[in-house]
């Protein structure tokens, strides 16, 4: 299509260019047809694209990919479109918000190429939600303003290098860029272009949760340029935790965001990501003597801590809860009230505390009486465990995924089940029990 064509239809159409919908349009049929050849495109090819405008890109796209699905939002077009592809089988054209119907929508987008030359004040965020989405497209061959192209393709410790870079590279690699002269467009903007070619990864670097926890460090990382990422960090994660991440990774703690490089940030979040904690790991006068994650704790048997609880009702029965058949160790069988491991920088009554709330829903619980330690040993899973008593009368919320069950039962009838079937029951919680009669409980 060329520039004259594209003044014509405009004239013909009343069609007067919206400055804030980004109609710049591409009447150039050199970078027109270095676009096409960048996204690779055979008949087996599904290409999105968003923002047709008058078609000159969707009229290449069309003849060399098995099908095309447009997004456009000013009507005039869509109006124009239908009539000058009409009847036109390969393509599917769509009157919306581009970047609504995506949200909105959910889809997946693994079989897919976007190829489009992309509205400027909508398109980073149209990127980041497609290289975010479940299953996002194969390849991205965009059009965009010359800087947003700097940040997608930038370096660590570079001025472009940041949120957007690591948000889409975790995603995606770069593979090459090309400058667009203003005057390759009617009207020219304000500002040079480029089109930009990023590939899906072959193999992602991080699972889905995981992924959460990188946006969440990125985030927050960035949030205020200059300053040290670690007091940043601070907000979100306990300080034993990220310094025993930041010392693993041989990280400086004065050190920026901007410094550190993709495959740093994804480290990072595989030290940080929840369900990786980290416990204090003690000598057998338990006595603290460094910081290890759970997994390696429970690896190598090393000696750390654990606080259970001990609850009684005004009626002087027990509660008991059930452990979840997802459990790894012991699952399904019965336990004291409530248990929990002690994090790295936490005492014994802390913890306590925290699992009330985390396992019971029990928020804010009276005294915490502490009764005895039980040293480690293989029953107790190479724990110092705390016991504490208390006093509820409930009724509690179960933690869904800890707990399947829960019940009151008076001391003497929890001593005959304990005998009668002690494999219902946990070891750790049988020599709990044990202890707490002989000491007169
Ligand atoms: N593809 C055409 C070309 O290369 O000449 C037009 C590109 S022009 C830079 C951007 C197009 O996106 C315009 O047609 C504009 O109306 C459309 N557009 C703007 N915001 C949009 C949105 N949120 N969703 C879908 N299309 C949008």
Redesign the pocket.
Known sequence: MKLSEMKQALADGDIQL?KS???????DGNQLRRIVDAAELSTADKVF??????????ELLMAQAGEVFA????LR?VEFLKKRFAPADKLKLLH?????FIKREGRDWSAWKLV???????ASPIIVELAMAKGCPERLVV?LQLEVVQRLVARADSDHYGLLTLLVQLHYEPHGWFKIPSNCFHPAPDVDSGCVTLIRRAQPLLDTAQGATFTRIVKRGFSQRRKMMFKLLKQDWPEAKLSHAFSELQLDTQVRAEKLSLEQFVALTQLLHLGDDLFDIVNEHDEVIGQRPRREVHALALLHRAAHILVFNYAGEIFLQKRSMTKDNHPGVWDASCSGHVDAGEDYLTAARRELGEEIGLHNPGQLEPLFKLTPCEDTGQEFIQIFRTQAEGPFTLHPEEIDDGKWIAPTALDRWMAEHPHEFSPSFRLNWRNFRTQGG
């Open positions: 919206t919908l980004g109609q710049n349009f591409l009447h694209e968003i923002g047709p405008g008058l078609g000159p890109l969707t997004i456009e939002k000013d077009l919306d918000d581009a970047l609504d489009a030359n992309l509205p400027y004040s909508v059009t």
